[in-house]
């Protein structure tokens, strides 16, 4: 049974540091790519940053880059997404999503799905 749980949301401060982790169990990801994605209230999924498990190749949304890195460890079968300098709008549901599709920020493409981790960033 394929299983992706994230964990590590939470409250912060504005300009404060959260790290998100993405357990990945059941299924051999290493021709996937993982992808982190973000739902608001109200608003639309939207995709965050990706890597590419077998090679560890990263890409970001315009609006996160420089703020946000996303890693993995192999050993662990883990995805984490290191952020930084949060804003109030970065304030939503963070999921992490397996696709084996490259590079894709469409959100229909991937087949994989945690059940999301709340994060809050007060002004």
């Known amino acids: 049974q394929v299983q992706l749980v994230e964990s590590g949301g939470g409250l912060v401060q504005a300009g404060g540091s959260l790290r998100l982790s993405c357990a990945a169990s059941g299924h051999t990801f290493s021709g996937y790519a993982m992808g982190w994605f973000r739902q608001a209230p109200g608003k639309q999924r939207e995709f965050v940053a990706g890597?590419?498990?077998?090679?560890?190749?990263?890409y970001y949304a315009v609006s996160v880059k420089g703020r946000f890195i996303i890693s993995r460890d192999n050993a662990k079968n883990t995805v984490y997404l290191q952020m930084n300098s949060l804003e109030p709008e970065d304030t939503a549901v963070y999921y992490c999503a397996a696709s084996p599709i490259w590079r894709t920020t469409d959100s229909s493409l991937y087949n994989y799905w945690g059940q999301g981790t709340q994060v809050t960033v007060s002004s």
């Open positions: 890597i590419y498990w077998s090679t560890g190749t990263t």
